[in-house]
C-alpha cells in the first residue's frame, strides 16, 4: 500500500471523484474541449492490487505541448487520485516485485544536448526520484527482474556513444543501402547502424550503477520480459538478413541475463508480439499473427502456449475463434502519450490466459482455458478496454475504458468469477462532460449489395427531429484492415454538435469480424469497400432525416485512399476533405516508409503490372471529380508520402478548376489527428468543418 503522502489540490479532487448529480445548462462539445481534455494511460495495478499508477496527460495550451505525470488512485475507490512525480514529463510507471519502489521514465531536459529518456526510480515510502541512466540515445521500456534488483530497458545506443566525442569532424552525409530508409514519426533517416538493444541496469541504494548492454549485432529486440528465476531475459527480434524484401516474421529469443548467445525459443511462420511466462516458468504465452499461404493481407491475430524450453512446437489456443486478440478500436482520444498496452496475463494457478479481444467494434477482456481453449468474458459490454494490467495473483485489474460518450477512466476489473460491472476510479473529464450534451450512436447493421452484413454507427445532434432532413457526413476509417466501434471520437462528438448526422461503419476489410471478412479486400482496394459505404448511406436516406443534396465525406490514411476514390465514382458528395491520403498506388508503393515486396496489397511490382496500379489509383479517375475537395497533409508523414496522395489530387483539380484546397500541418506526421500539436488538431477539426459548411451549408469561415 502507499505510504507517500502528497496532497491533492481542490482542482485535482473534482476533477477525479466522481460529481454529485447537479443540473448543469449543456451544451455542445466544441474542437477546442480537446484542450481541456485529461487522458488517462498505462495503468499499473500494483502486485497486491491495492493501488494503481498510471499516467495522467494534460494540455499546456500555451506552450502547444503535452504534459505528462504519474498518479497513483486506490483500487478501491472512493479517493481522488494523487501525484507522484512532479515533472511535466513522465511516463512508463511500473512496480516492483515487493511493491515499495516504482520505476518510470523521464524526458529530461538538457541545455547542452538534447532531451532524452531516462530510468529513474521513486521510493514510496518518502524521498525523491533517483536518475537510473544517463545514456546518450536514452533509455526505456524498463521491466523489473523477479528480485527486484535490476531492470531490463531497451536503448539504442552503441558502443561509440559512450566514447568521449572525436575532435575529427564527422561527415552528415547519408550513404543508403537499404530499401526502407524513412519511418513516420523519425524526422531524421533511419539510421540502420543504431539498433534497440536489450540493456540492465543494477538498482541501488545510492550510487548509480553503470548500464549493461546484454545483446548487440545488427538486429532489433523488442516486447522484453524476465525468465521466471531470473537467469534469463526473453526478447522478440526478426533476425533476418534483408527483412524488408519477405513478409514479416519475428521469433521469441532468450539470452542470459550477463549476456552471451541468444537461443530460439519459439518461432511460427508469422509475427511473435507480446508474451507472459506462467508462475512456474514451464510455459510461455504469445500473440501471434500466422501469415496465409499463400500471403495474405489481413490476418487474424492468434493466442499461442509453448513450453519454455523450446522443445515443442506452439500450440494455438485460438485458431478456431475467429475474432482479434490484442485488437481494439480506432478512435482520436487514445491517450496521446503513454497509452499503455494490452498483456497477456497468467492466472494464479497457470490454467488460464487474460487477454484482451475484438470482437465486432468492441474490445473486452477475455478469459482462455490453456487446456481446452474454452473462452470466458471477463468484462462485458458495448466499449474499448483500451489496456490493462492485472495484480500478482491475476484476480483483479486496472483497466482503462473508453466508450462513446466517455473518454477514458482507469477501472477496476475483478477477474474472478461471473463478468461484474468495472468499477471507475478517476473521473477527470466527468466535469467537464456533465456540461455537454453528448448523444449515444445508434448502432445499425445493413446488408451491402451482396448481401453482406455491415455494422455501423448513426451519431445524430443533440435535438434529433426526426421531421427535419440534415446535413450528413461519411466518416471512413484507414488501415485498411482497423475498426470504428464503441469509443469516445471526438471528431464524431463535435461534428454531431455542429448539427451532423455522422455515419461511421466498419465495411469490408475491417478488423474484428473475422479471418474471410478482412481479407476479402486482398488486391480488390480499394473496390467493394466502396459499394458497402454506399449501401450505408441508402440505408440511412431510407430513414428520411437526412438531406441527399447535402451529402460530405471524409476519412484518413485509408479512409483518405477511400474518401479520393469515392469522388472519382460518384457526384453525389457536395464537399469532400481527404487527410493523409493515397493517390497513386505506384508512387506509394516506391515512396511509403515500410516496403511492399512481398504479394499481400499487390502481386507485383508497379513496372510488372502497370494496369493493376492505375485501375485502383484515385489519380487515374481524376477526370470524373466535380466534387470540392480538401487536403489535410502532414509535412513529415512518411506512411502516406503527400507527393504521392494529396499534392496530385490537389494540382490535378486545380488544372481543372475543380474546387480544392492543401491544408499542410508543419512538423507533423501520420499521427496528426490522434497525437499531433494540440492546435494543430484544433486547427485541422476547423478546416474540416470549415470546409463541410461552406459546401453543405453554404457558410463561410476563415478556415473554409
Known amino acids: 500500500m502507499l505510504r507517500r503522502v502528497i496532497a491533492a489540490s481542490a482542482a485535482c479532487l473534482l476533477a477525479s471523484v466522481a460529481p454529485a448529480a447537479v443540473q448543469l445548462e449543456q451544451r455542445g462539445i466544441t474542437e477546442t474541449d480537446l484542450l481541456a481534455f485529461t487522458w488517462v494511460g498505462d495503468a499499473q495495478i500494483s502486485p497486491d492490487g491495492s493501488t494503481i499508477a498510471f499516467v495522467k496527460v494534460v494540455v499546456n495550451a500555451k506552450d502547444n505541448r503535452y504534459e505528462t505525470a504519474i498518479y497513483a488512485v486506490p483500487a478501491a475507490g472512493g479517493q481522488p487520485p494523487r501525484p507522484l512525480t512532479s515533472s511535466t514529463r513522465d511516463t512508463s510507471p511500473r512496480w516492483s516485485p515487493d511493491g515499495k519502489t516504482l520505476a518510470f521514465v ?41 528480485d527486484g534488483r535490476t531492470i531490463a530497458f531497451s536503448s539504442t545506443a552503441t558502443a561509440a556513444d559512450l566514447q568521449p566525442p572525436s575532435p575529427e569532424r564527422r561527415s552528415d552525409v547519408r550513404v543508403i543501402d537499404r530499401p526502407v530508409y524513412r519511418e513516420n514519426g523519425n524526422p531524421d533517416y533511419v539510421d540502420v547502424d543504431r539498433r534497440a538493444h536489450v540493456w540492465t541496469v543494477r ?146 494457478d497457470d490454467r488460464s490466459l487474460l487477454v484482451v479481444a475484438a470482437e465486432r467494434g468492441s474490445a473486452n477482456v477475455k478469459r482462455i482455458a490453456v487446456a481446452d481453449a474454452r473462452i470466458e468474458a471477463v468484462t462485458e459490454g458495448a466499449h474499448d478496454v483500451m489496456s490493462f494490467t492485472a495484480s500478482r495473483d491475476a484476480s483483479t485489474l486496472a483497466a482503462v475504458i473508453s466508450s462513446p460518450v466517455v473518454l477514458g477512466d482507469v477501472n477496476v476489473v475483478r477477474a474472478t468469477g461471473a463478468p461484474a460491472s468495472p468499477l471507475r476510479v478517476t473521473h477527470f473529464n466527468d466535469v467537464l462532460f456533465a456540461g455537454l450534451n453528448l448523444t449515444q450512436p445508434e448502432e445499425i447493421w445493413y446488408p451491402s449489395f451482396d448481401g453482406k452484413r455491415i455494422h455501423g454507427w448513426i451519431l445524430k445532434p443533440a435535438g434529433f427531429d426526426a421531421r427535419r432532413r440534415y446535413p450528413m457526413i461519411l466518416q471512413i476509417h484507414g488501415g485498411p484492415h482497423s475498426a470504428y466501434g464503441n469509443t469516445f471520437t471526438h471528431e464524431f462528438a463535435w461534428m454531431a454538435a455542429k448539427g451532423y448526422v455522422v455515419l461511421y461503419t466498419n465495411p469490408r476489410g475491417s478488423s474484428s469480424y473475422g479471418q474471410d471478412f478482412g481479407n476479402i479486400i486482398q488486391y480488390h482496394y480499394p473496390g467493394d469497400d466502396y459499394r458497402d459505404l454506399m449501401a450505408g448511406v441508402d440505408e440511412v436516406l431510407k430513414r428520411g432525416y437526412v438531406d441527399a443534396q447535402r451529402l460530405g465525406v471524409t476519412g484518413g490514411s485509408g479512409g483518405g485512399l477511400l474518401t479520393n476514390w469515392t469522388i472519382t465514382q460518384t457526384q453525389r458528395f457536395k464537399a469532400a476533405v481527404s487527410q493523409r491520403d493515397i493517390a497513386d498506388w505506384a508512387g506509394f508503393w516506391y515512396s511509403a516508409d515500410f516496403a ?75 499521427e496528426l489527428s490522434r497525437a499531433g500539436e494540440p492546435w494543430h488538431r484544433v486547427e485541422r477539426l476547423r478546416h474540416i468543418l470549415g470546409w463541410m459548411d461552406r459546401w453543405l451549408s453554404g457558410t463561410r469561415s476563415p478556415s473554409s
Open 106 to 146: 523521464r524526458v529530461v531536459e538538457k541545455r547542452d544536448g538534447p532531451s532524452l529518456p531516462q530510468l529513474h526510480v521513486l521510493p514510496l515510502d518518502g524521498g525523491e526520484a533517483r536518475v537510473l541512466t544517463d545514456l546518450p540515445r536514452g533509455a526505456t521500456g524498463p521491466v523489473w527482474a523477479p
Open 203 to 348: 538498482v541501488g541504494d545510492s550510487e548509480r550503477a553503470a548500464p549493461n548492454r546484454v545483446t548487440d549485432g545488427p538486429y532489433d529486440e523488442s516486447n522484453i520480459g524476465w525468465s521466471r528465476d531470473g537467469s534469463r531475459i526473453l526478447f522478440v527480434s526478426d533476425r533476418r538478413r534483408d527483412p524488408d524484401f519477405y513478409a514479416e516474421d519475428s521469433d521469441l529469443y532468450s539470452v542470459p541475463a550477463a549476456g552471451g548467445e541468444a537461443t530460439r525459443v519459439a518461432s511460427i511462420d508469422g509475427v511473435i508480439g507480446r508474451f507472459a511466462v506462467s508462475h512456474d516458468g514451464r510455459r510461455i504465452a504469445f500473440v501471434g499473427i500466422p501469415q496465409g499461404n499463400p500471403l495474405r493481407s489481413y490476418d487474424v491475430p492468434d493466442l499461442f502456449v509453448v513450453d519454455a524450453d523450446g522443445k515443442a512446437a506452439p500450440r494455438n489456443l485460438t485458431d478456431r475463434y475467429d475474432y482479434d486478440i490484442g485488437g481494439g478500436v480506432g478512435g482520436d482520444q487514445a491517450a496521446p502519450r503513454g497509452a499503455g498496452a494490452k498483456p497477456i496475463v497468467w492466472t494464479a
Open 596 to 670: 511492399q515486396f512481398t504479394p499481400s496489397w499487390f502481386r507485383k511490382a508497379p513496372w510488372e503490372d502497370p494496369q493493376d496500379f492505375a485501375a485502383r489509383s484515385p489519380i487515374t479517375h481524376v477526370a470524373k471529380v466535380t466534387t470540392p475537395l480538401m487536403l489535410i497533409l502532414g509535412d513529415q508523414d512518411y506512411r502516406t508520402p503527400p507527393g504521392d496522395g494529396g499534392e496530385q489530387m490537389f494540382r490535378a483539380l486545380q488544372y481543372r478548376r475543380v474546387p480544392s484546397v492543401m491544408v499542410r500541418f508543419p512538423r507533423e506526421n501520420h
